[in-house]
């Protein structure tokens, strides 16, 4: 069974245009996240997300929205991609207990989108 | 604030080589540390984790990492590489009663030669 899965895998789009990324999450975790990972292999947060509280890095352009429909999907919505959008997105999946950081992260394949 | 440095952006090696990754940190309390690997069009999947107790942690695959508080640093070994050990690897660092979201090195492109 896939822990983490993500749909699609990859996604080849115009400029301007508005997509969807799904991820689902099978593990029982209550809080997700958003990665991008661009051609350097640089992994950068962009969403942090609980049934309690929301946490976007402050870098990240409000044209990407993460929207959840319950406590096992989360889903990366983005308007007006441009070509720096172009990039691997990752979902992940912990379950933070205490608070600290102790869990280990469980991502997902990724999706590949390119913007062109 | 916590940072994560990963010193080799790429390492090459020979097959049964013994190979070390290295990683240094930085914070102002006390943190949890950890390797994660991500094979060629995959995500990442944890390696080893150190919460507390014994300095040395041994993961899967083989490898192994050392926790060194003085040095801030958390080095990952393997004494015999395969080639299908040819992975990129990050290091991450996430601080007690802080932030539950880790924060990610730049990677270590692992590469080894037949």
């Known amino acids: 069974d896939t822990a983490v899965s993500q749909t699609p895998k990859y996604l080849v789009t115009q400029m301007g245009n508005d997509k969807s990324i799904k991820c689902e999450q099978n593990?029982?975790?209550?809080?997700m996240y958003w990665y991008k990972q661009d051609s350097k292999k640089f992994l950068k947060i962009m969403f942090s997300?609980?049934?309690?509280?929301?946490?976007i890095n402050e870098t990240v352009p409000n044209r990407f929205s993460p929207k959840s429909p319950d406590k096992a999907h989360l889903n990366l919505h983005i308007n007006s991609l441009e070509l720096g959008d172009s990039a691997v997105y990752f979902c992940?999946?912990?379950?933070?207990?205490?608070?600290?950081?102790?869990?280990?992260?469980?991502f997902g394949p990724g999706t590949r989108l390119t913007v062109l | 604030a916590q940072s994560v440095t990963q010193l080799d952006s790429q390492v090459p090696v020979f097959e049964e080589a013994p190979v070390e990754l290295r990683c240094n940190y930085s914070?102002?309390?006390?943190?949890?540390l950890f390797w994660y690997v991500q094979y060629p069009n995959q995500g990442l999947q944890l390696l080893l984790k150190?919460?507390?107790?014994?300095?040395l942690v041994k993961g899967i695959n083989g490898f192994e990492a050392e926790f060194n508080k003085s040095q801030t640093s958390f080095h990952l070994r393997k004494p015999s590489v395969h080639i299908s050990d040819t992975a990129e690897y990050f290091c991450?660092?996430?601080?007690?009663?802080?932030?539950?979201?880790?924060?990610f090195g730049r990677g270590t492109s692992l590469i080894v030669h037949p």
């Open positions: 150190y919460l507390s107790g014994s300095t």
């Open positions: 914070s102002s309390v006390s943190v949890y």
């Open positions: 997300y609980n049934n309690k509280e929301l946490i």
């Open positions: 991450a660092v996430s601080e007690r009663g802080g932030s539950y979201i880790p924060t």
């Open positions: 992940a999946s912990s379950h933070p207990r205490g608070g600290g950081g102790a869990d280990t992260q469980y």
């Open positions: 593990l029982g975790h209550d809080t």
